[in-house]
């Protein structure tokens, strides 16, 4: 089996891991890894990696990623999602279109945003879900996050609940749900997510996603090259740089950027992911031996 990245459109109600799981049986390798938790509840691009391309997946969960989502105001769930339990109701039906608007700007942006109390984050080295079923109620910091876009789809109206549809581009690390939270905790009506789907991570979208069956019939892998291509800068070295990077060496500074940048021998083999720090580049991840 070779090396590469696979790019699957995740169904509803399964985890990341249950992905995982199916994808080793398909490709036959234990080698499998996955870049970016998906919640069981959301849908779409789960980027999984195969063999060598696992190595990939960490710098990969760095990007930049799209979703789809509707937010249902007026409702609030332990969870901050469809699949808890309703905390709180307090009727949206007075929300304005202009006061919705003002929200969603407001958590636009550069912002400091609190994790939900279900969420694998750790506290004191244990994750918050695991608290949080305990019933213990987990004091979680805000994290600096950006929102790069949160645009609002549609509004649908339904006595005292209101239905948002909305396109959110963001960091990684980002918590949807939270969004959701967090709006309607500023519109005065509590809200919770009720339906989300990942459009993109990095470069790789749905355009590029296959279903699990379809993929259990046709296992399409971006090859490496192919995938670190899309994803990061590119530097093309002589042999003589090649030799050195295939030996964890190296090499000096190309201006590329202070994120990963994938080198390439002559013969356009991916040699290494490698960070530019000072007048040095250092390798992060090396692909040849």
């Known amino acids: 089996m070779d090396?590469?990245?696979v790019i699957v459109d995740k169904p509803a109600d399964w985890t990341s891991h249950d992905v995982v799981a199916r994808m080793r049986r398909i490709a036959r390798t234990r080698r499998v890894g996955h870049?970016?938790?998906l919640d069981p509840m959301a849908t779409g691009v789960l980027v999984v990696g195969v063999n060598r391309a696992t190595r990939l997946l960490g710098h990969l969960a760095l990007t930049e990623k799209g979703y789809d989502a509707t937010?249902?105001?007026?409702?609030s769930t332990n969870t901050d999602d469809a699949e808890g339990e309703t905390t709180a109701t307090a009727s949206a039906a007075s929300v304005t279109d202009e006061a919705l608007r003002a929200g969603v700007a407001a958590l636009t942006g550069t912002i400091e945003q609190v994790p939900?109390?279900?969420?694998a984050i750790k506290v004191n080295g244990e994750r918050a879900y695991k608290m949080a079923r305990k019933g213990e109620e987990v004091a979680l910091k805000p994290r600096p996050v950006t929102v790069h876009a949160f645009t609002v789809t549609d509004v649908r109206r339904h006595g005292d609940l209101v239905d948002v549809d909305a396109s959110v581009a963001c960091s990684s690390g980002t918590y949807i749900r939270a969004l959701a939270r967090d709006l309607g905790a500023a519109l005065g009506c509590g809200g919770h997510l009720t339906a989300l789907r990942r459009t993109r991570v990095g470069p790789y979208d749905l355009g590029m996603?296959?279903?699990?069956?379809?993929?259990?019939?046709?296992?399409?892998?971006?090859p490496m090259e192919e995938a670190v291509a899309a994803a990061f800068p590119r530097r093309d070295v002589s042999e003589d740089d090649a030799r050195k990077v295939a030996h964890g060496g190296r090499l000096p500074a190309a201006g590329l950027g202070p994120g990963p940048v994938g080198v390439f021998a002559p013969d356009g083999t991916l040699l290494a992911l490698v960070e530019e720090q000072g007048r040095a580049a250092k390798p992060l991840a090396v692909f040849v031996s």
């Open 209 to 222: 996603a296959r279903t699990l069956d379809e993929l259990a019939a046709d296992l399409a892998v971006l």
């Open 71 to 75: 937010i249902r105001l007026g409702e």
């Open 116 to 119: 939900p109390q279900v969420s």
């Open 35 to 37: 870049a970016g938790t």
């Open 3 to 5: 090396s590469g990245l």
